[in-house]
């Protein structure tokens, strides 16, 4: 028997005596039978409590669980924090406000609470960041007395496909990700269903990034922690992030160009790991020379494929003799792209 049948029953039993006795009552003013009477108060009672229990119960106690597993944490804190002291400066303004007269006096401290509650707690959820801010350099001046560092309380939320790229921890320990690493229920949940797929490479990339979770929490210098908050309202999983993103005020780290480019219409902030890795490979300028393994045939005739350590392709020019061969090359030209930085050369003796 669910909890919401339960109630029903309660709420069918509870208004069917209050109906009944509401109709013995009526009867009395009326001076009319009783008995007919509170059976049909007692029935339109019953029928209503079967019906409009729940919408009193339970239904609003999950509308508000739904509500709070939208709400980040430090929306919650900011919330709570902006109640209480409302609620004390309402306190001190009851005394004297309740000395006016009448009726003013009973009037104007309950209008004066209402009023202090809904600005405190707005007020406080709306420059949560900042109260944020504020406290994190109270702490850090009364603590060792050294400069605050705002980043260091930054929340990133963590896309399904950086998961799976694995890069991610090899970059968390270097320190270049200040602040914690939030992961959504429901970007764990997506995981899952792609550690669990039919086709084999998908089941692959899946268990690669249930491992790649796992060694990022037993790493004790990252903070990573797994939240149950949730999006209603959307089932795509690049939606609820941007969503919470928005909400939170926290960037998004991902390797996804979709999602990069949807996010930065909508202003969230994104901390790509792609354009990371390009950012940091090394500069070749034409005329400098670098020796490359040519491994495949180009697109164009006469052309050879190489990589470098970094992956970084070079293309070279009448390199198609030498494949399976380490060549010298000179750069003739760089060319950046969407898809990483493409080096164009030829053999150093053909220079």
């Not at 029953?9 to 509401?22: E, N």
């Not at 009851?94 to 009973?106: E, V």
């Not at 921890?169 to 200040?178: Q, S, Y």
């Not at 089941?203 to 903070?223: F, N, P, W, Y």
């Amino acid at each position: 028997m669910s909890i919401e049948f339960f109630f029903r029953l309660i709420g069918m039993v509870v208004l069917a005596i209050g109906g009944g006795w509401f109709g013995v009552y009526f009867s009395a003013l009326s001076g009319e039978p009783a008995y007919p009477r509170a059976i049909a108060f007692g029935m339109v009672g019953a029928i209503a409590g079967l019906v409009l229990t729940p919408y009193l119960t339970t239904r609003p106690m999950r509308a508000i669980r739904k509500t709070l597993t939208q709400v980040s944490t430090q929306t919650l804190v900011a919330g709570t924090v902006g109640l209480v002291i409302s609620l004390v400066v309402s306190a001190l303004l009851a005394f004297p406000l309740s000395l006016l007269p009448a009726p003013f006096g009973q009037v104007l401290p309950v209008i004066v609470a209402l009023a202090m509650c809904y600005l405190g707690v707005t007020i406080f959820v709306y420059r949560q960041n900042d109260v944020a801010n504020v406290w994190s350099n109270i702490s850090f001046r009364g603590g060792d007395g050294g400069s605050a560092d705002p980043d260091v309380n930054r929340t990133i939320l963590m896309d399904t496909s950086v998961i799976i790229d694995g890069r991610v921890a090899d970059i968390a320990k270097t320190g270049f990700l200040p602040g914690e690493l939030l992961i959504p229920r429901f970007v764990l949940n997506e995981l899952q269903y792609i550690a669990d797929s039919g086709d084999n490479l998908r089941r692959q990339r899946g268990r690669r990034g249930l491992e790649v979770l796992a060694q990022l929490q037993k790493d004790s210098s990252i903070a990573v922690r797994i939240s149950d908050i949730d999006v209603e309202g959307t089932n795509a999983v690049d939606d609820k992030l941007v969503i919470l993103a928005r909400q939170m005020r926290a960037p998004v780290l991902t390797n996804d160009y979709n999602l990069n480019r949807v996010a930065e219409i909508q202003g969230v902030t994104i901390l790509n790991i792609n354009e990371l890795a390009n950012a940091v490979k090394a500069v070749y300028l034409p005329g400098e020379t670098l020796a490359v393994r040519i491994i495949q045939e180009g697109r164009e005739h006469g052309q050879g494929i190489g990589y470098l350590d970094d992956g970084t392709m070079v293309v070279v020019q009448d390199g198609d003799e030498f494949i399976g061969k380490e060549v010298s090359t000179m750069v003739t030209k760089v060319l950046q792209t969407a898809a990483g930085r493409m080096i164009f050369s030829k053999p150093e003796d053909m220079a």
